[in-house]
């Protein structure tokens, strides 16, 4: 009875712990039954005696079925629940027995076929306790060897056959218990490997939607500054274009460039250069409104943000966030950049209701810039609104 594996160990004492209600049913009910054929004024103390002795046992399965519940089920399941199963079932298989070879001594003739059918069922009841086929012998064994001794004891002319015949289905019981048994928990085994390969499986599947998800980030995001790449922000553009087409809003975009970061990343090296670009994307991050706008580094130096739903005058106040949180970064010794680093901006808004597309939004955006950069840099410049209303 000793398992290794404690989770088996929990199924079988769980099962063993699950018939206990209904075998209880039918033992109380079995045991008024043959109270009631035996009941006579000369039997009341000896029918009375056994009923009560016959019966505890059986509540008092009961109430160690409640305790299990209550209290060991949460933890791992010791030995000791299934040797008090099978402590009681043996008392119960005791009180069964005395009386049913009782009643068999005395009973008329009509009564000893009720006493065996009820002997032969009770036992065959048992057959339930398949996980821990000891507590079938514990029952069984008293009853079917009372009931030999008390062939015996009757003497009829056929005695040696009963009791021979009973000792002989008390052993194939057994047998058929523990082979029974041995089955049951073959069964179980395998179910409960079925169940690990199963959580393994899923596992296993989870972590390949991990993965899966995770290069899918990698494959839409610039490993540098952690931004949006070129295909993730052109294809949110078409997004959002879309549903301002749809829904009749403006669409503002932010195309912005590093200044001199040629010359800066030469004179500092690519250390610093790379610093600077995630200085940059940090301030493009921080200026975004909500998880609407997407900042992007669609390349080298250059970045972008597309703000759906947004007029011009609002997308230049992003604008000019940006153009101060790149100098505020500069300034940061968090950052410990090299040199105070600026950015060009340009804004450019487009109802798509009002003509116009993608590539026009991207070119006045560029054009923006340019202007910006043309002007001194690190400023706004926004090209003129086309379609707004």
């Known amino acids: ?97 005395i009386g049913l070879a009782w009643m068999l001594v005395h009973g008329d003739a009509d009564e000893v076929p009720v006493v065996v059918g009820t002997a032969l069922g009770a036992v065959a009841m048992t057959m339930t306790n398949m996980a821990y086929w000891q507590t079938h012998a514990a029952f069984q064994v008293p009853i079917l060897g009372s009931m030999a001794v008390a062939v015996l004891i009757a003497r009829p002319g056929f005695a040696s056959v009963l009791a021979t015949a009973s000792v002989v289905l008390s052993l194939a019981q057994l047998l058929l218990a523990r082979r029974m048994a041995g089955i049951y928990v073959q069964a179980l085994r395998v179910s409960l490997d079925n169940e ?116 011009l005058r609002d997308a230049v106040q992003v604008a000019e966030r940006v153009r101060q949180g790149v100098i505020d970064a500069s300034r940061d010794a968090g950052w410990a950049l090299p040199a105070g680093v600026t950015v060009s901006v340009g804004v450019a808004c487009r109802h798509p209701r009002e003509g116009g597309s993608i590539e026009d939004l991207l070119r006045e955006a560029d054009q923006a810039l340019y202007l910006a950069k043309d002007r001194g840099r690190n400023r706004v410049e926004a090209a003129p609104a086309v379609g707004a209303v």
């Open 1 to 97: 009875m000793n398992d290794a594996d404690t989770t088996l160990r929990r199924r079988r004492v769980e099962a063993l712990y699950d018939t206990v209600p209904i075998s209880g049913f039918m033992g109380l009910a079995g045991a008024i039954m043959l109270a009631l054929v035996f009941w006579r004024p000369d039997r009341h103390a000896l029918v009375l005696g056994w009923l009560v002795a016959s019966c505890t046992p059986i509540f008092a399965r009961l109430a160690l079925r409640w305790a299990y519940r209550r209290y060991g089920s949460e933890a791992v399941p010791g030995t000791g629940w299934v040797w008090i199963s099978i402590v009681l079932m043996a008392f119960t298989g005791l009180a069964w027995g």
């Open 196 to 311: 690990r390969l199963a959580q393994d499986l899923a596992a296993r599947s989870h972590a390949l939607e991990q993965a899966n998800f995770e290069l899918e980030l990698l494959s839409r995001a610039d490993p540098l500054t952690g931004l949006a790449n070129r295909r993730s922000y052109m294809e949110w553009l078409n997004v959002v274009w879309a549903r301002a087409a749809q829904e009749d809003l403006p669409v503002s975009l932010l195309s912005a460039d590093v200044d001199r970061f040629k010359l800066y990343n030469d004179a500092h090296g690519h250390g610093a250069g790379d610093r600077c670009l995630q200085a940059v994307a940090s301030a493009l991050a921080h200026a975004c409104r909500s998880d609407q706008d997407q900042a992007a580094r669609p390349g080298g130096e250059e970045f972008a943000i597309v703000l759906p739903a947004t007029e």
